[in-house]
C-alpha cells in the first residue's frame, strides 16, 4: 500500500502489487464531487479485459497511474451504486476533464460530443507534499444528477528527460512565472523536463500543419514562418523569409497543428530573413486549444502573459512556458513590433508529442534505428574520447591522427579506416569525407563520428560488405575541420545559434572558399591559346602569393592542403548543411559578371554520377513530394546541381581538389537544418547511411592499374590522359593510379618525361570494381644515352655546341 501525505486519506494500489510514488512518473488525479461513493473506475488493461481502481471510502480524490489513461485510449467507464457509466476525456490546455454520462458505455464514446469545461487550478491546489486539496468549481448542469468525475493530469518531471535549458541558452521567461498560478502546475522542487523542437525547420512539421490571420502575400505566407528559413537575393511572391501578417494590429495570430496532444513548452522566435526590410515581432502571446476554436492564454498570476520577442531579425530568442500546456493546437498573437517594421516572424516550437498506442498512423511513421551507435552530440573532447573507443574496440583497422591544429590550438582530427592502418598499399584507392569546413552545420559532423563508429561494428560483426570497403579501401574521415567555430554553436546549442553562429573560423575565414583560385589561371591561359605559356590541365601550381605568410589564409586551410598533397586521394565528400543537394564542381562560374551559370568540368558525367548516387540512395533528397528548403527546388536534376549554376564561388575546396590533385571532390549537403536537435540524430542517420557507403563504393569505378619501367619499377608522376576528356591525372609514389570513368571503352595514353608513351583500350563495365589497365613505359633513346653517361660518370655532350667546337678547330688550322 502507498500513502499521500495529507488529510485526504490513502490509495489502494490496484491490479498487480504496490507502485511508487516519486516524480519522474505522471499520475492522474480523479477529484470526486456528489459522487456515489460505491465507486470503480475502469479502464482497458492492456488487452486483457478490465483493469480497475477503488474510491477510498473516506478520500475526495484518488490517484491512477499516468499509464492507465495511456491504455485506455481516452475510453473509461465506471461502475457503481448509479448504474454504469461511459465518459470521454476532453482535454484542455490546463488540464484533461472527464466527465461521466449515463446511457452509454466505452466502445460508443468517440461520437459523444466533448463536454468539457475550463476549470482553473489554484495556486494552493498542493496541500504539503503529495497532498490533495479541492478545487472550487462550478456546477455542470444538464448532466445525471450533477454526478461527475474531473480527471486532471499532473507532470511531474523528475531526470525524464535532458535539460532544455543549458549554457548558451537565451531565455526570456522568469523563473518567478514558473512558480505563478498558471494551467498545468509543477510539483514543488519537480525538475521541468525540456522537450524538442517539433520540426518547423526541420520540415517534420508539413506545410498544411501551419496556419496563420493573415498575409501579406503566398511568399510570406505562414508556410515562411520556419525558423531560420533563408529568403535568398530574390524576395518574391513563392520564396520570402518569414510570415508577414497583412495587417499590423492586435487581431493577427500565426500557429501550428502538431496533429495530437503535445505537451508545450517553449517558444523560439526570429524576425524576418531579408537584405532590404527589418521586421520582427518585439512581444507576443501565446494560446493553446484543443480544436482550434476554443483557446486559452498562456497566463502570468491572474493576467495573459506577455513574452518579450526579438530585438533585431537573426538572433533566435526562446522564451520557456511557465509550465508546460497539453493541447494539439499552438497560436502566437503578436503584441508590438518594429516600429518600422511589419507583424513578420519566423518560429520554432519546443513540445513532446503524447504517447497514442491507439493512432496507428504516427506509429507507423515514426522513424526509428536499429543501429547501436551514440547519437548524441560531441564537444571537441567528447569527439577525440569518442574516436579513442572506437580506435579500442578496432585496433587492427583503425589510426588516430591529427593534420594539424585550429587557429585556437584544438588538433584537427581524423581518423583512418583500412586493413593496414598508417600505410599505402599499391593498388587501394585512398578516400576522404571533411566535415565541419562550417563550424555551425553540425549535422555532418555527426553523421561522420556515426559511420566510424558503424563501419567498426559492422567490421567485427562480419558484414561482408563492409569488410570489403575496408579491405580495398584506405578511408580517412575528418569529422571537424573547423573546431573553434563549432565551440562557438556549441555554446548556442541546436536551436539558438541562428544561421551563421559558428560559421566562420576564429579569425573569421570561411573555410570553404579559402583555398587558391586556379580556375581563372587555367581559363586564362586557355583563352590565351597557352601563349607565352603552356597551363597543364591537371595538376595546377599553387600561385606564390597564396603561399606567403601574409596572405589571408586560415590555418585549418594550409593544414588540409597539405594533407591532400600528401596522400593520393581518388575521390571525396565534403558535408555540409542548411540544404537538402549534391553539388558538384566547377563551382566557379567561366563568364565574367555572372553569378549563376551552369559551368560544367570536362569530367561532367561522371560527377553527375557520383552526385546521384549519394543523391538517389538518401531517404529524402530524390523524393519528388519533400517540400524545397528554403528557396531552391532541386528536384529537376533528382537532387544534384552543378555549383556554379547554384551561386558562384571563387577558391572553393571541389574545384581546387580538381585542378591541384587528382581527387573529385564533391560537396554533400545533408539537411535543411544546420544543427538539429540530438533526438534527429537517429533519423537523419538513418536518412544517410546508405548513401554514406554507396558514396565511398563510387571510388572503385573506372580504371586503375599500374605504370612500370621495363624493369618493373613504378614510375611516380606519370601522366594518365583519356581520349577526349581535357583532364589528366597522375600516378603515386609507387606508379599506381586509380582514374574515375563511367562505363564505355576509352582510349588511354600513359606518359612520363624521359619514357615513350604508351596508348591502350580500356572498357569500364557496369559491374562495380574498376578495370585493371596496366602500362610499361620503355625509356627513350636519349634518356638512355644520358643514363649511360651518368653511369660512367661523364655527363653527355650537346651535339650543336661540339659541332660548333669543330668549326671553329678548323678555322685555326687554315689560318
Not at 305 to 330: H, T
Not at 393 to 403: A, D, G, S
Not at 755 to 760: A, I, L, P, Q
Request: proline letters at 5%; aromatic letters at 10%.
Amino acid at each position: 500500500m502507498s500513502r499521500a501525505a495529507g488529510r485526504y486519506g490513502s490509495r489502494e494500489t490496484g491490479g498487480s502489487g504496490e507502485e511508487s510514488w516519486s516524480r519522474g512518473v505522471t499520475w492522474t488525479f480523479v477529484l470526486m464531487k456528489e459522487v456515489n461513493r460505491d465507486l470503480t473506475l475502469q479502464f482497458p488493461n492492456q488487452g486483457r479485459g478490465w483493469g480497475s481502481e477503488k474510491a477510498p471510502e473516506d478520500a475526495d480524490c484518488f490517484l491512477v497511474p499516468r499509464q492507465a489513461q495511456q491504455r485506455a485510449g481516452c475510453n473509461w467507464r465506471c461502475t457503481g451504486a448509479a448504474g454504469n457509466w461511459g465518459a470521454r476525456i476532453c482535454p484542455s490546455s490546463q488540464s484533461h476533464h472527464l466527465f461521466l454520462r449515463s446511457g452509454f458505455d466505452a466502445p460508443g464514446l468517440g461520437e459523444e460530443p466533448c463536454l468539457a469545461q475550463e476549470l482553473p487550478c489554484p495556486q494552493d491546489f498542493w496541500n504539503e507534499m503529495w497532498g490533495c486539496g479541492s478545487l472550487e468549481r462550478e456546477q455542470v448542469e444538464g448532466l445525471a444528477g450533477g454526478h461527475f468525475l474531473q480527471l486532471v493530469t499532473w507532470f511531474l518531471a523528475g531526470d525524464v528527460g535532458k535539460n532544455i535549458n543549458r549554457k548558451g541558452m537565451r531565455t526570456k521567461s522568469s523563473e518567478k512565472a514558473a512558480s505563478d498560478d498558471h494551467g498545468i502546475p509543477l510539483a514543488r522542487d519537480a525538475v521541468r523536463e525540456g522537450c524538442p523542437p517539433l520540426g518547423l525547420e526541420t520540415l517534420k512539421i508539413t506545410d498544411f500543419q501551419l496556419h496563420a490571420s493573415t498575409s501579406k502575400r503566398y511568399g510570406l505566407g505562414a508556410h515562411r514562418g520556419r525558423l531560420n528559413i533563408q529568403a535568398g537575393i530574390n524576395e518574391n511572391d513563392f520564396y520570402d523569409g518569414a510570415w508577414c501578417a497583412g495587417r499590423n494590429d492586435l487581431h493577427q495570430w500565426i500557429e501550428v497543428d502538431a496533429r495530437r496532444l503535445t505537451k508545450f513548452t517553449g517558444v523560439i522566435t526570429q524576425g524576418r530573413n531579408s537584405l532590404w526590410l527589418s521586421d520582427w515581432v518585439t512581444s507576443y502571446k501565446v494560446m493553446v486549444s484543443n480544436d482550434s476554436h476554443t483557446w486559452v492564454t498562456v497566463k502570468n498570476g491572474s493576467g495573459d502573459m506577455i513574452f518579450e520577442g526579438n530585438s533585431e531579425k537573426e538572433i533566435p530568442v526562446l522564451n520557456e512556458l511557465p509550465v508546460p500546456m497539453v493541447a494539439r493546437y499552438i497560436r502566437i498573437n503578436p503584441q508590438s513590433w518594429f516600429d518600422n517594421g511589419s507583424i513578420c516572424m519566423r518560429m520554432e516550437i519546443l513540445g513532446c508529442p503524447l504517447p497514442d498506442p491507439n493512432n496507428y498512423y504516427h506509429r507507423r511513421n515514426e522513424m526509428t534505428t536499429t543501429d547501436d551507435l551514440d547519437f548524441k552530440h560531441h564537444n571537441h573532447k567528447e569527439m577525440r574520447q569518442l574516436m579513442k573507443v572506437v580506435n579500442e574496440m578496432c585496433p587492427n583497422i583503425t589510426r588516430i591522427y591529427n593534420i594539424g591544429k585550429s587557429h585556437q590550438g584544438l588538433k584537427l582530427y581524423a581518423v583512418e579506416i583500412s586493413d593496414h592502418p598508417g600505410e599505402h598499399e599499391v593498388g587501394e584507392p585512398e578516400f576522404h569525407y571533411i566535415a565541419g569546413a562550417h563550424g555551425n552545420e553540425v549535422l555532418g559532423r555527426e553523421l561522420t563520428l556515426l559511420l566510424i563508429q558503424f563501419l567498426c561494428q559492422e567490421y567485427l560483426a562480419g558484414n561482408l560488405r563492409i569488410v570489403r570497403l575496408v579491405e580495398e579501401t584506405r578511408i580517412h574521415i575528418l569529422p571537424s575541420l573547423n573546431p573553434d567555430g563549432y565551440e562557438k554553436a556549441y555554446e548556442g546549442g541546436s536551436e539558438l545559434g541562428g544561421w551563421s553562429l559558428g560559421r566562420w573560423t576564429h579569425d573569421g575565414i570561411d573555410i570553404n572558399n579559402n583555398f587558391p583560385d586556379l580556375n581563372t589561371l587555367l581559363w586564362e591561359a586557355e583563352d590565351r591559346q597557352n601563349i607565352p605559356r603552356k597551363v597543364p590541365n591537371h595538376y595546377i601550381a599553387i600561385p606564390e602569393w597564396f603561399l606567403s605568410e601574409n596572405a589571408t589564409v586560415a590555418v585549418e586551410t594550409r593544414a588540409v592542403i597539405a594533407w591532400m598533397e600528401k596522400i593520393p586521394f581518388v575521390l571525396g565528400g565534403n558535408l555540409q548543411g542548411g540544404e537538402l543537394v549534391v553539388a558538384y564542381p566547377y563551382d566557379m562560374v567561366r563568364s565574367l559578371w555572372k553569378t549563376q551559370e551552369h559551368t560544367p568540368t570536362p569530367d561532367d558525367h561522371v560527377f553527375r554520377w557520383l552526385a546521384y548516387s549519394y543523391a538517389s540512395t538518401h531517404r529524402l533528397m530524390t523524393d519528388a513530394r519533400r517540400r524545397v528548403c528554403h528557396t531552391e527546388d532541386f528536384q529537376k536534376e533528382d537532387g544534384t546541381v552543378n555549383g556554379a549554376s547554384w551561386h558562384t564561388v571563387a577558391g572553393s575546396l571541389n574545384d581546387f581538389s580538381y585542378l591541384h590533385t587528382n581527387c573529385f571532390e564533391l560537396s554533400i549537403y545533408v539537411g535543411c537544418d544546420k544543427y538539429p536537435h540530438e533526438s534527429e540524430l537517429p533519423e537523419e542517420w538513418e536518412n544517410n547511411r546508405e548513401s554514406l557507403i554507396v558514396f565511398m563504393e563510387q571510388v572503385h569505378r573506372g580504371i586503375k592499374g599500374l605504370v612500370r619501367d621495363s624493369h618493373g619499377k613504378g614510375i611516380p608522376n606519370a601522366v594518365i590522359s583519356v581520349e577526349g576528356v581535357n583532364h589528366d591525372i597522375r600516378t603515386a609514389s609507387d606508379g599506381d593510379y586509380w582514374r574515375l570513368l563511367n562505363p564505355g571503352e576509352y582510349v588511354v595514353t600513359a606518359k612520363a618525361e624521359g619514357f615513350t608513351s604508351s596508348t591502350k583500350n580500356c572498357m569500364v563495365g557496369y559491374d562495380m570494381g574498376a578495370t585493371q589497365c596496366d602500362f610499361t613505359l620503355s625509356k627513350t633513346n636519349l634518356a638512355r644515352i644520358r643514363e649511360i653517361m651518368e653511369k660512367f660518370r661523364k655527363q653527355p655532350v650537346s651535339l650543336p655546341a661540339r659541332r660548333l667546337k669543330l668549326q671553329g678547330r678548323k678555322r685555326r688550322q687554315r689560318g
